[in-house]
């Protein structure tokens, strides 16, 4: 299986900060790579796939970048609701695996 | 608007079978372009998919979880279904359904809520 690494586990930002999230693949993945938002005890939510399409309804700060075996998500201005925990997700081969997630804090 | 439901137990005992179902409204699981899956989660834990299933039923299966898992479709009634054999403590977490795209992105979009199921005796 494909394993997916994302760094920091944890990050904490102010409202209006810039954040970037990265996803390292233990092999290319070529473009394959999804992102998710989940908010407590709710489901993951789409944000961006194939590395940088913006998922229809999300907003523009959203935006992901790479190729190959790094990928990042950047939140260009922090707003209250992104407050959250992101995961990466590889499409390249089966099984479909996922980041362990990076937890986004208020500071 | 498409939306997923899951359904089913919440608690199962150990060595027993765990069968989950999700029903999709707003929407035709006959659509042309998807497959649906599961992924589950234990508490306080990341995403683990355990497999999805085609409108015809073609089944993909994480091989992680192959000898106990078993789903189905039921286009009549626009639903799927997972069971899952066996099951210990380790299988206790928060199951998702969700509509899985075919295209090489193979995105999962949307979810139903989720559903907490429990291993325990």
């Known amino acids: 299986d494909i394993q997916l690494t994302q760094s920091p586990s944890s990050l904490s930002a102010s409202v209006g900060d810039r954040v970037t999230i990265a996803c390292r693949a233990s092999q290319s993945i070529a473009s394959y790579s999804n992102w998710f938002q989940q908010k407590p005890g709710k489901a993951p939510k789409l944000l961006i796939y194939a590395a940088s399409s913006l998922q229809s309804g999300v907003p523009s700060r959203f935006s992901g970048s790479g190729s190959g075996t790094d990928f990042t998500l950047t939140i260009s201005s922090l707003q209250p609701e992104d407050f959250a925990t992101y995961y990466c997700?590889?499409?390249?081969?089966?099984?479909?695996?996922f980041g362990q997630g990076t937890k986004l804090e208020i500071k | 608007q498409l939306q997923l439901q899951e359904s089913g137990p919440g608690l199962v005992k150990p060595s027993e079978t765990l069968s989950l179902t999700c029903t999709v409204s707003g929407g035709s699981i006959s659509s042309s372009g998807y497959f649906w899956a599961w992924i589950r989660q234990p508490p306080g834990k990341g995403l683990e998919w355990i497999g999805g299933?085609?409108?015809?039923?073609?089944?993909y299966y994480n091989p992680s979880l192959k000898s106990r898992l078993t789903m189905s479709v039921d286009t009549s009634q626009n639903q799927f279904s997972l069971t899952l054999s066996s099951v210990t403590a380790t299988d206790t977490a928060v199951y998702y359904c969700?509509?899985?795209?075919?295209?090489?992105?193979?995105?999962?979009?949307?979810w139903g809520q989720g559903t907490l199921v429990s291993v325990s005796s």
């Open positions: 997700q590889q499409s390249y081969s089966s099984p479909p695996t």
């Open positions: 969700a509509r899985w795209d075919t295209s090489s992105s193979q995105w999962f979009d949307p």
């Open positions: 299933i085609s409108k015809s039923g073609d089944t």
